[in-house]
């Protein structure tokens, strides 16, 4: 009996610590590899009345499912967007809000559609073409990105300055 008792107390200690690391969470497949970009961007409208939103920015994911922290010069979170293909979330430090989609609640909290998949191509250096945007990568190296969009009506000019 006392030979079985190390044993015993060895592949105990073996089971608890390996379950430890099934306990772990694991970020979702994919969000697990994807990259991380901050900075600052900028968005202008030109409508009867202007618009702008300006706002230091944290963003991870893709188009389908991600994540975009908005925060003040000083860095309070405004507010935290998360999004599937299923639903899309706003959270802020007083409320929480719940959309169809990224675009719908992207455009409450900006004032102004952006074309999601290609600001993610936009941001990797792939200059793929958005209906009604028109992106200048030439500035990338330098941390910047410019988009206008020209159609539809109002014209916008989306601005990002990226952190090295």
């Not at 006392?2 to 430890?20: D, E, K, Y």
């Not at 925060?71 to 719940?98: C, E, F, H, I, Y």
């Not at 500035?139 to 988009?147: E, N, Q």
Request: proline share 9%.
């Amino acid at each position: 009996m006392r030979r079985f008792l190390p044993i015993a107390s060895w592949l105990a200690v073996v089971l608890l610590s390996s379950g430890c690391a099934f306990l772990q969470p694991t970020p979702p497949p994919e969000l697990a590899t994807t990259q991380l970009w901050r900075g600052r961007l900028v968005l202008r409208v030109d409508s009867p009345q202007p618009q702008s939103f300006a706002s230091a920015f944290e963003l991870s994911g893709n188009a389908g499912a991600g994540e975009l922290t908005l925060t003040t010069p000083w860095g309070t979170t405004v507010a935290k967007l998360n999004w599937s293909d299923q639903a899309a979330t706003l959270r802020t430090p007083t409320d929480t809000r719940s959309y169809a989609s990224f675009d719908e609640m992207i455009v409450q909290v900006l004032g102004s559609e952006i074309p999601v998949n290609a600001l993610f191509s936009w941001l990797k250096g792939q200059p793929v073409s958005a209906s009604g945007w028109q992106a200048d990568l030439s500035d990338l190296a330098a941390g910047r990105i410019t988009a206008k969009r020209t159609q539809p009506a109002p014209l916008a000019e989306l601005r990002l300055t990226l952190e090295p």
